[in-house]
């Protein structure tokens, strides 16, 4: 067994595994950084550990595999709150940092702090490395933690405060590669052969079935497998955020995103169903608007790797612990081809109600621009392999319910929960994916977070492009700041609540060494993307819209309808 340091066996494990970027900010283990050059990764340095978190989620996701992102130990806790995202994304991150020696501990260290507490809420496991002999054990735990059932972050804490008592430390280790755990969704349980017998007599019964599909579909790679399954049965397909584009959204069996961030057509169908199919999906209060769809008495059909989840928002009439590809594709296997043509026309008819709805807004000339012709544009011209990346809030609204991808090549992927995320994660997921086309759709209000990753990207030639729906604001805000004022301050104006200064972003980012590019005409808006896609370099393009337009909220039944089926 060769003698090495614990850098070169850091380094060459990360390459064994696939890894091609790390990102981090400084002083981080500064003999595995040099160790990683040799073994050609490349290393991004960022301008906050939030952001060095969120490029590491961008890249995982990207890459359905795991990622790194380190920092020392004053910036820890930073580390930690930017992992709360790919947390709630089950995303496979590795995070590394450095802690004081023990002789430091409990005595007012300077900038120490207890760094287990901050990441005990966003990782799946948290391990201290005070020794170099456990770093083999360890690091490929780390790897299988983050990679296997439910996916999610990982950290790792080691001795010395930039790590270097287990960079700098040398023993006896050998290079072990695990392939099972090089991607998410390599081990694939699957289902028993009497879970399947129930589930194809409870599909049987069904008049009304609806597949919901979550982020466990994008993770197994299940996409074709549902798609042959809604297409067998005559089964509508509705996504969570996180499964968009599992069904091309021009397919006439899909029906759209449902739960909060929707399409009102999708929630009906998902309320009309009187099965519910979620395959991959945590139906948590997203998906499901607050538990209120599928209504009582609907039966339920959970599929899900982690056993934890079966049931545990709805009571289930069949629950089947089983990896999304694998057990969807035993259901093709035990399925009979059934005709449902009352179902299939009313979804549809429901589907064309809201396109006939939005078609003027989609097709609006007004200036400023409507977001939903900016997301129109995005439909219309997004390249047939690219990946789009949205952040929280108005932003996944509108491309989660007004953008649609008909391209089988086309991937989507969201914030799972904190604004400012899509300008960082798009970097990391290009990095993932750099002979794609990668666009991320943010706000203005998500853009300034991380802005100064700009000069990242265009340090390192980083070239995704982030157009921004510019509406000078947090307009999200608007109709809350404005009712409680309204109601509580008579005269008082609400507007610095949620008003920004108008700022030309295109010339924010040529001062950083991008493209920069503003729109004002709608009409322009597709040959601007074009642009900034060509001009091989990070580009930025500035959409200015109007502040006075806000996301309609979604469609939840009334009280009335919230009945039980006989």
Not at 62 to 76: D, E, I, K, L, T
Not at 88 to 114: F, K, M
Not at 195 to 216: D, K
Not at 279 to 287: K, L, R
Request: aromatic share 8%; hydrophobic share 40%.
């Amino acid at each position: 067994m060769p003698t090495m340091t614990g850098a070169r066996f850091v380094a060459e494990t990360l390459k064994g595994y696939g890894l091609t970027h790390v990102f981090y900010v400084p002083s981080i283990a500064r003999r595995i950084l040099a160790e990683l050059e040799i073994a050609g990764i490349e290393r991004i340095v960022c301008h906050g550990e939030k952001a060095a978190a969120y490029m590491a989620d961008g890249y995982a996701r990207a890459s359905n595999g795991p990622a790194v992102c380190m920092a020392q130990s004053v910036g820890a806790a930073n580390l930690a709150a930017g992992l709360q995202d790919p947390f709630l994304g089950l995303s496979p991150v590795i995070a590394i940092t450095g802690h004081r020696p023990l002789s430091h501990q409990y005595r007012n260290s300077y900038q120490e702090i207890d760094h287990f507490r901050p990441f005990s809420s966003t990782t799946k496991y948290s391990v201290a490395v005070d020794t170099v002999e456990q770093l083999p054990h360890l690091l490929r735990q780390a790897f299988r933690e983050a990679t296997s059932g439910a996916p999610g972050p990982v950290h790792m804490d080691f001795m010395g405060i930039q790590g270097e008592v287990i960079e700098n430390g040398e023993t006896e280790m050998e290079v072990i590669i695990e392939e099972d755990f090089m991607k998410r969704s390599t081990l694939r349980p699957e289902p028993s052969q009497e879970q399947i017998r129930r589930t194809v007599q409870v599909l049987a019964e069904s008049r009304r079935p609806v597949i919901v599909a979550g982020g466990g579909v994008t993770s197994s790679g299940a996409q074709e497998e549902v798609v042959k399954l809604a297409e067998m049965l005559n089964i509508p397909v509705a996504t969570s955020l996180n499964a968009k584009g599992t069904i091309p959204e021009n397919h006439p069996l899909s029906v759209g995103v449902c739960g909060a961030y929707s399409r009102w057509c999708a929630n009906r169908v998902v309320a009309e169903a009187d099965l519910a199919i979620f395959i991959g999906s945590q139906t948590g209060s997203q998906v499901t608007l607050d538990w209120r769809i599928p209504l009582p008495g609907a039966k339920i059909i959970q599929i899900d790797i982690d056993a934890s989840e079966l049931g545990r928002s709805f009571p289930t009439t069949v629950a089947i612990q089983g990896d999304a590809k694998a057990t969807v594709s035993r259901l093709v296997e035990a399925l009979e081809p059934v005709a449902r043509v009352e179902w299939v026309e009313r979804i549809q008819q429901l589907v064309q109600e809201f396109r006939d709805e939005v078609s003027p807004d989609w097709h609006s000339d007004a200036q400023p621009i409507r977001p939903e012709r900016l997301c129109q544009e995005f439909t219309d011209n997004l390249p047939a392999d690219a990946m789009l990346v949205s952040d929280t809030g108005h932003a996944g609204i509108w491309t989660g319910a007004y953008i649609e991808l008909h391209h089988a090549q086309q991937e989507y992927m969201r914030a799972a929960g904190s604004l400012g995320w899509a300008l960082p994660a798009a970097l990391g997921a290009k990095c993932a994916l750099p002979d794609r086309p990668v666009v991320a759709y943010t706000g203005d209000g998500g853009f300034w977070y991380h802005v100064s990753e700009l000069e990242t990207a265009a340090r390192y030639g980083i070239n995704a492009v982030i157009v921004v729906n510019d509406n000078r604001s947090l307009n999200q805000c608007r109709v809350g700041d404005e009712r409680v004022v309204n109601a509580n301050y008579p005269g008082m104006n609400a507007d610095a609540m949620w008003q920004f200064t108008d700022v030309d972003l295109a010339k924010v980012a040529e001062s950083m060494g991008c493209f920069g590019i503003r729109v004002t005409d709608p009409a322009n808006i597709s040959s601007a993307i074009d642009e900034a896609l060509a001009s091989n370099r990070p580009a930025v393009v500035d959409v200015v819209s109007d502040w006075d337009v806000v996301a309609p909220p979604p469609w939840g039944p009334s009280s009335s309808e919230r009945v039980r089926y006989d």
